[in-house]
């Protein structure tokens, strides 16, 4: 905790794809759109914004082409969206996106469960979908779900995370993603991995992508900083859920891992009040409170008056 | 984060005490029973268990004699109540406690506000509370709350905290509590206040009790620990809430704290799976979800079948 932490990190806002994949509601396109613009006024610079998956698998992202069509485009903003396969890639191709997200599973059955396929078949999809890419200015990102850990097999080998990132470079992809899809990463296994990587393949540019599940979400973000990584996914006001742990919660908050990294001196080049107001809308339109803390508590040194306390105290 | 923890700590179990205090329910004497025994059975040696308060002021405590009284007593169990003055000392040493918890507030506006008084005053009656209790075979510890930052003041200096704990070990004090009351707490913070107390009183054991309002609770004990810290107070289920905050969480949850602490390979005596029956039963009686992550979501190798996660995918 008392190393020396990285001065600049980037986060990549999730909150419009892996979160709102888990909401019942539908966010109508220009809603989506006035959060965008809202979370790029405060300073965000990478999205994943969208999924060119199936209307019918994820009705709440049937939009997405009609998002990436309206949205402002920046030349300092990414818009990165996740494909599942070859039909995806060349529709995200055409929205014009600028990065395409191919992801797999690290355990057999959660891949064969997510995807209905073997781990194998990913792999060659992957591959596909680097051909696919190649050649276009779009920026290639993959992205291993189950990184840290299997709801359906438990501990994953660090071998295997080694053998599919091995694969992804080899194939041309430009990043990786280790996700903890459902809050099983530990600080230990965060330096593990993290260490691996940045031996074997030191050209590869490695994200985090935690979720609080079990509540070490942000004790995570820490190892990863301790560990010279400078790329982060969050979720605004923390949305996400955990499809196995009703109660628990999902992705780690934007704000509040914001919040954090300003208190240990990391710059986002994010503005938090500005992203707090933003999660305020988002929680508005939702319906529904949101596990953000940042959000509701205020950043650490907002001040009360004696009398609100007084009033909170006495309600 | 990659720096060697202490082999052990003690967990502080306050739920029954700050946690119940922000619940608008009284929880009937015979279940604060039940749950205190079933944390015993879990393994949870440390308690504050009740407050000496008036029974106006915190209707919830009202039952702190009683509780006392009826609690079955082990040799190898602490019982500490806190005493906001000399006659709830008097009625705590009645009870028989095995320690009692005198507390003021590190800034001068939040002292005024919570106990109606100065600091100067708090410190004199904390003097006399020293006399009270010395000659008893009972342990005197002193808390000091908003000790990383005050909800009206901000900053609290460094030299305020080195100022009045220096007075408790004066006055005869066995221990101290820095309280991050309003969840003010950062890595930083928490590393200069335990290295000062430290290197100037070093005979004086540090306790650290943080809340999670704004999601740097766990970031925060990784810090104590890593500063050489053995004690740590949490709440059951992360009960507790934040008075200014409504929708932040309170005191950092007991379940979340101990899981993580196995994953850091730190020893706490406590069964979780025990601990998060008893975390269950506890939501229950209270009537309402209580932010709690493990509780929930169960250890990180908790395993589910494909049947589980197709049903919770699907809802």
Redesign the interface.
Known sequence: ???TYPPRVTITEVGLRDGLQMESKFLPTEQKLRLLHALIDAGVRRFEATSFVSPRAVPQLADAADLMREVKRRGDVTLAALAPNAKGIERALQANVDEVVVFLSASE?HNR?NLNRSRARSLEDMREAAELVRGTSVHLHAAIAVAF?C?????VALEEIERLATAFAEFGFQGITLGDS???A???LV?QRVDMLRHKLPGLPVTLHFH?????G??NV??GL??GITSFESSLGGIGG????????GNI?TE?TV??LQ???VDTGIDLAALCEVAKEFENLLGH?LP???M???????????E???C??GS
Do not use: Y
């Open positions: 905790m008392s190393e059955t469960t850990g709801p359906f097999e438990g501990e459902t809050g099983m530990t600080p230990r330096k609080n599940t079990r509540g070490m942000m004790v820490v190892q301790a560990s955990c499809p196995f742990a009703p109660g628990a919660t908050c509040d919040h954090m208190e240990l001196g409170p953000g803390q940042v509701h508590a205020g950043p650490r040194l907002r001040r009360f008056t004696v609100e306390a007084l909170a105290l």
